[in-house]
């Protein structure tokens, strides 16, 4: 009877510790990393965002303004870093949204290379395979219908010169009359998303136009920028779309 109730005090005692040591060897890791980091146990997933966006210029900013504001976030925006678990990631990528998949795991990226993150919340090979949709350029028929319907003198010359020349917004709106080689009737420019490569890699832009674009020029300024607030904004913003 004895040896039977010591067994059972035994199995309790094991119960019991098995219970309670996880928690213990939390609060005790907790202790440890706020001797290192007094935020390391506070952080949430909305100031590594916030932080991230602190970092960046133009038009780049401006992307990741818009990424955190994706709803889709707003599930993990409040939670510490370390109590996140791959359950909570893994509700956020549901919405099946490749741009929320690609943001997100640069947000987790970010907390780990920052030694915010004890390990990955979702291992490297183990994260959804982001899916993008079909992309399709501009028909003549919604082109036809953009510019008939814009009332801006400027705006629409833009467009009809995007359409000829087959050019990014950023690079159109950036020309100036100096790019044009009447000579040779041809427009020649660096394009805006390889100006960070080195200058020996860059070939720049040669378009040659024909009597439709060369009516669109003559309507624009002779010197200077093309479009001066298409081009302001290129300058102050970085660009004025999405540049890949």
Known sequence: ??????????????????????????????????????????????EVMVKIVSLKNGSTRDRWERAIADRALDGIRSLPLLEARADHFLKVLDTDKSSTNVYLRRVHNFA???????????????????VYGKKRGT???????????EKNPERRDFYELCWHLGGSQSDV??????????????IGYDRYKLKNRPVTRIKPAIIQFGEEVAEI?????????????GSW???QRGGVEDES
């Open 173 to 186: 709106a950036d020309l100036h009359a100096e790019d044009v080689d009447w000579g040779d009737w041809t």
């Open 112 to 130: 780990l290379a920052m030694d915010w993150l004890l390990k990955p919340i979702i291992p490297r090979r183990e994260w959804p395979k982001v």
């Open 217 to 229: 020029l003559r309507r624009l300024p002779q010197s200077g920028p093309l479009f001066p607030y």
């Open 1 to 46: 009877m004895l040896l039977a109730t010591a067994v059972y005090q035994t199995l309790l005692n094991a119960s019991n510790e098995a219970n309670r040591q996880p928690f213990l060897n939390l609060q005790i890791a907790r202790t440890y990393l706020m001797g290192t980091d007094p935020k390391m146990v506070t952080r949430t997933w909305q």
């Open 139 to 149: 028909t003549f028929a919604e082109h036809i219908l953009i510019v008939a319907r």
């Open 233 to 235: 904004l290129v300058e």
